[in-house]
């Protein structure tokens, strides 16, 4: 049985992975993150707290040490995910768009209930804030109030995005189980698929926002191309999350219930149906910004009516990608050394 899955783990392991030799791969990592360490110590924000910005700076080089240290470490199987997933590119987009195309296949509105269920939801949240509650509208940077509905559809688009792709993600190799058998078959592209089939959905409700942007007085403009810069990093962060929860849904089913309540949870801690500036103090506004979702839904609403770039929040971009990368990590690891294990317990 030994000989068995060492040979499965050795038929699955690509031809090509040692094209980077690891000291050179190894090498550039380094480079890169002492050329960031470097912006990191030598950034002046004259408007900020000194004090308040040498933690900052503290706390930013040690994940940079930390995240060093375990690539370097785990060199080789880390790296072994991102080649896997480049050189089946074509195989994937080709699986995301059937995935897609399957969801909904039989039922007489298809595709349609992907985007009903969304917009019930944000008439839903807009008329008990506004209509009932009597939430206020908010301030962009430029002094425009802002209407709730725009507040609220910039902040829950993301938010449904992420929740959806991290949960198709997560039971992506009990969905597809019948491939993770096929020894020849590359794994490892099946969270990736299915976070794809999900961004089909992002894009369109990622317009609408833009429509309802224009018709409330915010023209699109040069600002909302940095959109695709944090759908990327949204991408990414479930990503890196998938690999680790698809991993350890295999071997522990109760995990989709485990995330389905921490999403629930989640999306009360994240700033989505409230302002972060009105209504936290600002000794407990780090604590939320610790949660990369902050990150990314307040840099939509930037995107969308804000006028900021995201480098002008150049702390925030850094934890943001640091957290990203080590979660990557971590999950590719954990997705490395469990899935000679998946054909057995599938």
Known sequence: MIKKKEKAAGERRLPGIGALPRWEGTLIFWAMALALGLVIVLHYNPGADPGVELIKKICACVLILLSCIVFAVFYDRIMVLPVELWDNRRLIWRMALNDFRKRYAGSYLGALWAFVQPVVTVVMYWFVFERIMGQKSQIAGRGLEVPYILFLMAGLVPWFYFQEGLSNGTTSLLEYSYLVKKVVFKISILPLIKIIGASFIHFFFVGLVIIVAWAAGFPPSIYDL????????????????????????????????????????????????????????????????????????????????????FWEHFYSSTYFWIVVVALFGLGSLIFKRSKVHFADVL
């Open 226 to 309: 940095q959109l695709f810069y944090y759908v990327f990093c949204l991408f990414m962060l479930m990503l890196a999350l998938s690999y680790a929860t698809s991993a350890i849904q295999v071997f522990f089913r109760d995990m989709i219930q485990i995330i389905s309540i921490v999403l629930q949870v989640g999306q009360w801690a994240t700033p989505i149906l409230w302002n972060l500036d009105g209504v936290l103090d600002w000794q407990l506004q780090w604590i939320v910004k610790l949660n990369p979702m902050t990150y990314i839904v307040i840099g939509y609403r930037q995107a969308i009516y804000g006028e900021t770039w």
